[in-house]
Structures are given as C-alpha cells and as structure tokens.
C-alpha cells in the first residue's frame, strides 16, 4: 500500500490497488470486511471460529505452529523423516560408530546418547497405547535390513515415513543433538558445585548453622 497525498494520486494506477472483490459479512455480532482476489498479494488474514476462546487458541497454536514448520522447511532447504525414523537411524549410528572408532570412556558417553535417542520412538509407543520394547525391536530390526522407518501409531507397526509424508524440520533435529551436550554439560557441572560445597562445609551443613 502507498499513502496518497492528494486527488490526483487517486489517478495513478501504480498508487491504486486492485481486488476483484470487497463484500462486508456479519459474523456472530461483529462486522468483518472481505478484500479477495488481490492481485500480487503479500500478506493474508486467517480467520479462525470456535465455541470458544480455548478452542480458538487451540487452532490458532496449530495453525502458528504449521505455518513455522513451512518457513522453518523453506529456509533449511532440507527435512528429514519423521515418526521415530530419524533418531532410530542415528541411534544406530552411533552405537556403530562407538564400537568400531571409539575406546574409554568416551565411547561410553557416545553409548550414552545414542540410547538417550530411543526416547522419542518410545514416547511415540507409549502414547499410543503400544509396548515399547516390542515396538522398539520391531522398528531396529526394520533398520538393520536398511529400511529407514518410522512407527505407524494406528497399527504399531513399521512404515515408511517418506511415502506416508511425515516429516520433521532439519533445524529441529540439529537443536535437539547441539542442546544435548551442552544440558548434560551444565548438569555435570552443577553437580561438581554441589560436591565441592558439601566438601567444604565439613558435615554437609550450610555455613554458619550449628550440627
């Protein structure tokens, strides 16, 4: 939109608009103005009705949250399979990767992780109303045969999220490995601080308190 400064910007077609419909609709007891058929449009209303306001911000969560997962998809250039496939297939990974390169107790910590993975297709079973563990051995057995699939939360069994088009968001994953290390980092050294103040106060007391 531009701003006209007198009568005779009305008259320049660079300055007007052009919609092929403007109609006013009551809804409820509000008046709502419709502008449709815009042409070289760049910003739209979404609409949003409900019994009530829960129910509203209910869809209005959904709709944000939709939205993000398009933009976050259209900047990333890339996504990766959904369902529990992702985590699977890196936990796997990495338990390979562990045994063969690694030794000590860093091979541990890798050990650690790749099974602090297994927690999102877990999750998926449990809330499914699924046993874990046999939903889980299916799922790994799927992938030692090469067939990177994910949980179908219907049947319980495994499918193939490419052709059911389930997808997460590439950003999403590579937050959650980058928030790993640093959130366990951070708990092991709170816990250092803890140990070091019940060391110094003798009997584990705060300071200045009688035993």
């Not at 760049?42 to 993000?68: E, F, M, W």
Request: aromatic share 4%; net charge negative.
């Amino acid at each position: 939109a531009q701003e006209s400064r007198g009568l005779g910007d009305v008259y320049k077609r660079q300055v007007l608009g052009f919609a092929g419909s403007v109609h006013e609709h009551v809804l409820g007891e509000d008046k709502y103005t419709f502008i449709e058929d815009v042409k070289n449009p760049y910003s739209c209303t979404i609409l949003v009705k409900g019994p009530n306001s829960h129910t509203i911000n209910q869809v209005k969560d959904a709709v944000r949250d939709g939205l993000r997962a398009v933009k976050n998809a259209l900047e990333d250039g890339a996504i990766v399979p959904g369902a529990g496939a992702f985590e699977i297939a890196t936990s796997r990974h990495l338990h390979k990767y562990a045994m063969e390169k690694l030794t000590g107790r860093i091979k541990l910590g890798v050990q650690v992780l790749a099974d602090a993975l297994l927690v999102i297709p877990k999750t998926l079973a449990v809330n499914s109303g699924l046993d874990q563990i046999d939903t889980l051995l299916k799922l790994q057995e799927e992938h030692e045969k090469g067939h990177h699939v994910g949980l179908d939360l219907h049947s319980g069994e495994p499918m193939d999220p490419a052709v059911e088009g389930i997808w997460d968001n590439y950003r999403v994953k590579r937050q959650l490995i980058q928030s790993a290390s640093v959130i366990a980092s951070q708990l092991l050294l709170v816990d250092e601080i803890l140990k070091a103040g019940k060391s110094g106060t003798g009997g584990g007391g705060l300071p200045g308190m009688g035993q």
